[in-house]
């Protein structure tokens, strides 16, 4: 989200490929996940794909919200409806930038 946020689309594509890798792992370790519920998320991280190559934060904003909607359906339809995800508010990561860097 805050790399999105922050134009720093490098590491956007390099976190949406670890949203992408957990969602895989979720999928292959908890197998009683209706198929539909994994798919629901397809759409959003194609959407913030090209959102991260247009360099679009307008556009990645949306799709992120789109895929939080997605996550949480799926929670919800196996039934782990407390697990409520949301568009982050502040970073955990006090000792990470977001904001693109020029490499020294």
């Avoid at 360099?55 to 039934?79: E, R, S």
Wanted: charged share 20%; net charge negative.
């Amino acid at each position: 989200w805050f790399a999105g946020k922050l134009q720093n689309w490098e590491l956007a594509t390099y976190e949406l490929d670890e949203i992408r890798a957990g969602l895989e792992k979720s999928a292959d370790l908890y197998r009683g996940i209706p198929v539909e519920l994994v798919l629901n998320t397809a759409d959003p991280i194609v959407a913030i794909t090209k959102a991260i190559e247009a360099k679009d934060t307008a556009t990645f904003a949306k799709a992120y919200g789109d895929l939080t909607t997605a996550c949480n359906a799926c929670h919800v339809g196996i039934g782990r409806g407390f697990i409520v995800m949301q568009v982050p508010i502040a970073s955990p990561f006090t000792d990470q930038s977001f904001a693109p860097h020029s490499a020294p």
